[in-house]
């Protein structure tokens, strides 16, 4: 976080929700982490676009320093960022998200669409198949809670081995957001029901998106990007085929290219 930007908190019907903000009068952009990450996950990107748009990075709730609470559903994700937008006084704003961040930055658009100017989705967890979205849960909560347990020195060593594509910038932040985030966020996915959800919303957005993909080891597929075109003529398919899930981790020339491009034409 630089010194010039901006914190605070927001009540959240009961929920304080950690916010960042690069401030300025300039278009106004929301950005929504994936899951086990924080508001401040997006160094090369926030560097890269903070002298353009005055961003608004969320700690999720259960995320970063905001409150952890009972309950994570993406309606609950959605109440918070109306509620932040409202404190800070945003009538519209684009907004972008990754992963689980994607997902709730779909819903929120739904559920709000005089407030979303235009929509970013970078690799959500969108699947074709609802087999592919089972998971062990319970031990994915346990690799959570002793990840929380150790240094921050040992947890960017062992993110450096995984991706060793990734910038040294991102490390940092990247790490203490493992150690704060609540194990019981993983309970954002409901068994399945709100990743499975995912041709409905896609269909009833009403602003112009951008699904932005990545090579086999992504999640969405070239399959379900043609599905999710089927479903609504205003969303737009790029894809870096190089990247994996974290797609402006692995590829952040051709991903900044195209989040700039779009927001130009839709902000």
């Known amino acids: 976080m630089t010194k010039s930007w901006q914190e605070g908190n927001v009540n959240a019907n009961g929920v304080s929700i950690h916010y960042y903000r690069t401030g300025g009068d300039k278009p106004k952009l ?23 748009y005055d961003l608004i990075m969320l700690d999720a709730r259960g995320h970063g320093l905001s409150e952890h609470t009972a309950s994570y559903l993406p309606e609950d994700h959605v109440k918070d960022v109306n509620a932040v937008m409202k404190s800070l006084g945003l009538a519209n704003a684009a907004v972008l998200g990754h992963s689980m961040g994607a997902v709730n930055a779909s819903y929120f658009a739904v559920a709000h669409p005089e407030k979303v ?35 921050l020195e040992d947890i960017m060593a062992a993110g450096k081995l995984e991706n060793p594509r990734w910038s040294e910038t991102v490390f940092p932040s990247w790490a203490e957001a493992k150690r704060q985030v609540d194990p019981n966020v993983i309970d954002w996915a409901d068994g399945g029901r709100t990743l499975s959800s995912w041709q409905q919303i896609a269909k009833d957005l009403s602003c112009p998106t951008l699904l932005i993909t990545g090579g086999p080891t992504a999640i969405v597929t070239p399959e379900t990007a043609e599905r999710a075109k089927s479903l609504n003529a205003q969303l737009s398919v790029v894809t870096m085929s190089d990247a994996g899930h974290s797609i402006r981790r692995e590829a952040l020339k051709p991903y900044l290219e195209a989040v700039q491009g779009f927001l130009n034409q839709n902000l």
Do not use: F
């Not at 929504?32 to 090369?44: A, F, M, R, V, Y």
């Not at 969108?126 to 346990?142: F, G, L, M, V, Y």
């Open 117 to 151: 100017t235009c929509l970013l989705l970078e690799d959500p967890p969108w699947h074709i198949q609802p087999e592919t979205i089972i998971r062990d849960n319970a031990q994915w909560r346990k690799d959570i809670t002793v990840r929380r347990t150790r240094t």
């Open 30 to 52: 929301i950005l929504l982490h994936g899951i086990t990450d924080n508001g401040l996950c997006w160094p090369e990107l926030s560097a890269a676009l903070e002298p353009s």
